[in-house]
Every structure is written in structure tokens, then in C-alpha cells.
């Protein structure tokens, strides 16, 4: 017999001060429909045991409350939003730029749809620092490669503490990231800079460094994309990647990013849409294979928390079965959370079908839920989630934070090649500045002195910058001049592999405003090269790094 609403309640209440008297009326969200509503008193907090009252509230909860906690969508508006928590029950949903145009704006909305949703929502977002980013308004690191060249797990703790802390001050309380995928092919064409490096033991300590970041700041983590997506030419937004590592070159290469976060309390784990023969021979992606989610991330790794999906939009995730059928299949295998589904309508449609054919086990898709829960209760969630819209405006790009991407900017440049000491610039030597970004990077060289050249023949030096264009840079070096040369990567630091007979060469892994002024600094003799490679750059090995 299904338990009353005001006895789930009052499990629930059980944990949480201060509390509301449980008398019928919970002080929280508006009692409509079937099923418990979770109390969101102000200023409540779970404590002492914090998953204690969590079983009986799912066992009050409806089947469409609990299949709804699975499914993480995306949403075009407020309005549109709010439907789809009414008829859908979802768990979270996920931000994306077209509703989340500045701190107050996203605040507000935040606060409305946890305020329309009787179960407190898990509000994400894909914002890894680097290339991938969402919201253009938080304060810009130059991203994970960036901090690899560092190699200071505090740094990585440092940032994911800013960018955590001002994803919690508009309402945000998980972030898809960081990544714990080890890039050990240079031709990877959607992980690359979102990786630490190419070293599992580098990759291990920065994601470690991060994850305590974000919990510093109250989000949930999610660390992705398991069991790996380091090595591979294929994207999975576009195909099926597949990586053909063995079990053993996994354990070694792949798996101790992964380890450590579990080892480390990690909130949720991503799936990758990838086929790695070498641990399931069923051709499945990962995202769809019980042997990978629940033979090696739950009973081999021993992860007990979220596993969520990546986009189930993605074409690595319909490459093999149709959208709905996909759903049911990666909650099979083992995932939770079901991220930004094609068809929200059909894949609730074919999950509430599969639970009702027994397909799905009730104890199975309660153990997802638990777990949900669990995560949320953690994250404070059933606490006061509402925000301060005036304070996110504060928060967001203060002062303290820019001075943090600002000391990883200027920390990470990494010079690989410094012939005849050509750098840092002669205080009298003329430069020209040609390739992507150049007018913001020459404004910056003049705003410190350096005189600037309208030419390459003109000047004494010239600085090439590259974005990615691999072997193409070798013929922009061989254009640009009888002078000195000065290669420098504002993107995948692979470019410097071609850098032929550059006189210099130099890696920032990003071409964002504070790595280009610490680009400036470093040029012009200002701030000291510090970084080292956290890839092999052909002649350049790992670690590799110079200074003045």
C-alpha cells in the first residue's frame, strides 16, 4: 500500500532543521498530484544520517515521479521548463547559453524552477573552464590543459572553486565536469585541451585538485567520460568512436583518473558513447553495456554514486539503437541519469513501458532514484535553494576571481624553445604579430612597451600564432619573414611540433583574453615562463618546459 503524502514528508522532515511542523502543510512546494513532496524549508540542511528518511520517500513516490528523477533535459524557456516539470517530474535540467544570459537573469530562473518542482531539481551545466563553456558571463580560465601545465593540484582546486562558486550563486548546483579523460592521441578532435594531459598520474592529481573544488563551493562534480575518451580520431557527437585499448592498456592508461575519483567521493561519473572492444566484445557503446557501467564502474571500481549519460542526443548514442530504446537500454546498464534525451516524451514513454513489462525491476529503477536523492540530500539541496540575484551580479567576475585566472594564465605559458635567447624581447626590438588573435595580442605587447611593426618586414621579430593547425604551421612559419620567429600554440599544444625553423616556440592551450596578456607578460620579459608540457609534442617529451 502506497504510504500517504504527509508520512513521506515527515521521513524526510525527520533529518532536516529547522523543520516545519508536519501537520498536512509542509511550508514547501504547492501540494498538487500524487505522491511526496520534498520540504525545502529555508535553512534547512540534511544531518546525521543523511540518506536515513530517503527509503521511505521513494517508496511513496508514484512511478512517474521516480521515472521522472532519471531524466535530465534541456528546456528553450521558463514556461517551457515548467511544463516539462509538471507533466515530466523530471530530476534536473541542464542550462545551455540561450537561457542563461547573465547571472541575474539565471538566478531568477533558477529560483522559479525549483520553486515549480516538488522534488528540488539538480541544476547542470557543461562548464569546463576551457573550450567547453556555457556561460559566457562566469570569470574565463584558460581551462584544463592549462592547469596540467602547472602540475599543482591547489590551482585545479583553486579554479574549480571560483567557477563552483559562481555556478552555485545563479542557481547551478551540478557541473558536467572536470574531465578525467587521459589525451594520449594528438589527433583527438573533441577531447584534446579539455584533458590534463596525457599522463594518468597528472590527469589523477589535477582531478582530484578539482573535484575538491567543487565541493568546496557545494556543486556536484561529474567526472567524464567513462571508461575513457582520451584516445580516439572519431567525435562522438558525429559517430561511434572506436578505442581499441586491451584491458591492460586501460587499467594503465585509462582507468586511474576514474579510480581516484571514486576513491575521492566523486558525485557523479559520465558515460562515453564510445566502443572499446577490449572491455566488451558486444559491440554496445559504453553508455548501453552493463558490462562497462555495472561490471567495471560499480563492482570493479566500486562507484556507488550517480552514473549519468552523456547527451543521449549525440550521434555515438543512436549509432546502434533508436533514441527511445537507447534510453532503456543505458538505464540497463547500469546509468541513472538520462542527459538531454532527443524525445523526452518518448523515452518517458518507453522507460515507464519497460518498468511496467518488468523489463525494469522496481527495486532497479529505486536504486537509481535512491541514489539521485542521495545526491541531492549531499549537495544540501533539500535545504533553502533559492538565491540571491543581486549577490550573483557580486559573485560572478569579482575581482579575487579574475586575480585567480589571471595567476593560472601567467603560470602556465609554457616555452619549449628559446634559440639565442631571443626572448624575452629586447626592449628596443620591433615585433609584428600575425595569425589568430593577433590584434588583441599586439595590444597587449604595445600597452607594455614593445614597439610594434605594421610588417614583418619591418620588424625584428615576428610572432606567429597558431589555433590548432597542425601540420599547416609549418608553412606559416616559412611565411613569415627573414627575421626571427616566434611560434606560439593558442590552442592544442601540438601545433609546436611542426614550429620548423622557429626561433622560439610557446604554448598558452587557450586563446582567451588572460592568456593572451599573460602571453604579453611573457614575451616582453614581464612574468617568467614557468609551465611544463603535460603532452608529448614530438621532439618536445613531457614535462618539458624552459624559463628566463
Not at 88 to 97: C, E, M, Q
Not at 148 to 157: I, K, S, T, Y
Not at 422 to 443: E, I
Amino acid at each position: 500500500m502506497r504510504r500517504s503524502r504527509t508520512f513521506a514528508l515527515c521521513a524526510a522532515a525527520a533529518v532536516l532543521t529547522p523543520l516545519t511542523a508536519c501537520a498536512g502543510n509542509t511550508g514547501g512546494a504547492a501540494q498538487t498530484g500524487e505522491g511526496p513532496v520534498a520540504s525545502q524549508t529555508p535553512g534547512a540542511t540534511p544531518a546525521g544520517d543523511q540518506g536515513a528518511w530517503i527509503p521511505d520517500f521513494v517508496e511513496g513516490m508514484t512511478l512517474e515521479q521516480k521515472v521522472g528523477q532519471v531524466f535530465v533535459p534541456t528546456f528553450r524557456s521558463r514556461p517551457d521548463a515548467e511544463k516539462i516539470i509538471r507533466r515530466y517530474h523530471v530530476g534536473g535540467l541542464i542550462y545551455f547559453p540561450g537561457n542563461a544570459r547573465t547571472p541575474r537573469r539565471t538566478a531568477q530562473m533558477s529560483n522559479a524552477l525549483q520553486r515549480a518542482s516538488k522534488i528540488p531539481l539538480l541544476l547542470g551545466v557543461d562548464e569546463e573552464q576551457g573550450p567547453v563553456t556555457r556561460l559566457a558571463y562566469l570569470t574565463r580560465f584558460p581551462g584544463n590543459m592549462a592547469l596540467g601545465a602547472l602540475a599543482r593540484p591547489e590551482e585545479a582546486r583553486a579554479a574549480a572553486r571560483v567557477t563552483g562558486t559562481e555556478l552555485r550563486a545563479v542557481g547551478i548546483n551540478q557541473n558536467y565536469a572536470p574531465v578525467a579523460d587521459v589525451n594520449v592521441n594528438p589527433a583527438n578532435p573533441v577531447i584534446g585541451l579539455r584533458s590534463f594531459g596525457s599522463d594518468p598520474d597528472l590527469v589523477s592529481r589535477m582531478l582530484v585538485g578539482a573535484l575538491q573544488g567543487y565541493r568546496d563551493a557545494g556543486v556536484a562534480a561529474t567526472a567524464k567520460h567513462f571508461p575513457g575518451h582520451g584516445d580516439t580520431d572519431t567525435d562522438s557527437h558525429t559517430g561511434l568512436p572506436v578505442i581499441k585499448h586491451s584491458r591492460e592498456e586501460w587499467e594503465r592508461l585509462d582507468a586511474p583518473p576514474f579510480r581516484a575519483a571514486v576513491q575521492h567521493g566523486v558525485d557523479a561519473i559520465m558515460t562515453a558513447h564510445i566502443v572499446m572492444p577490449g572491455l566488451d566484445r558486444s559491440g554496445d557503446p559504453a553508455t548501453m553495456s552493463r558490462t562497462v557501467l555495472t561490471g567495471l564502474l560499480r563492482e570493479g571500481l566500486g562507484f556507488q554514486g550517480v552514473v549519468v549519460t552523456d547527451s543521449l542526443s549525440m550521434a555515438g548514442a543512436s549509432a546502434k539503437y533508436p533514441a527511445a530504446q537507447a534510453a532503456v537500454r543505458a538505464f540497463l546498464a547500469g546509468a541513472d541519469q538520462l542527459l538531454m534525451p532527443p524525445d523526452l516524451g518518448r523515452a518517458q514513454a518507453a522507460m515507464m513501458s519497460a518498468v511496467r513489462k518488468g523489463q525494469i525491476s522496481m527495486k532497479r529503477l529505486d536504486e537509481s532514484v535512491t541514489r539521485i536523492l542521495w545526491l541531492k540530500a549531499r549537495r544540501g539541496l533539500f535545504g533553502d535553494v533559492q538565491v540571491d540575484p543581486a549577490r550573483a551580479e557580486q559573485v560572478v567576475r569579482s575581482a579575487a576571481h579574475r586575480a585567480v585566472a589571471r595567476r593560472v594564465a601567467e603560470h602556465s605559458i609554457t616555452l619549449v624553445r628559446n634559440r639565442n635567447g631571443v626572448l624575452p624581447l629586447d626592449a628596443r626590438t620591433t615585433v609584428h604579430v600575425t595569425g589568430p588573435r593577433s590584434g588583441v595580442l599586439t595590444a597587449a605587447l604595445r600597452k607594455r612597451g614593445v614597439p610594434i611593426a605594421a610588417s614583418p618586414g619591418a620588424a625584428d621579430v615576428t610572432v606567429v600564432t597558431t589555433l590548432n593547425d597542425g601540420k599547416a604551421t609549418k608553412a606559416k612559419v616559412a611565411a613569415s619573414g627573414r627575421g626571427q620567429v616566434v611560434v606560439v600554440a593558442l590552442g592544442r599544444p601540438y601545433d609546436l611540433g611542426h614550429a620548423g625553423s622557429a626561433d622560439a616556440a610557446l604554448a598558452t592551450y587557450s586563446s582567451g583574453a588572460a592568456s593572451l596578456d599573460a602571453l604579453a607578460g611573457v614575451l616582453s620579459g614581464r612574468v617568467r615562463p614557468a609551465g611544463r608540457l603535460p603532452v608529448q609534442v614530438r621532439e618536445f617529451d613531457f614535462g618539458h618546459g624552459l624559463t628566463y
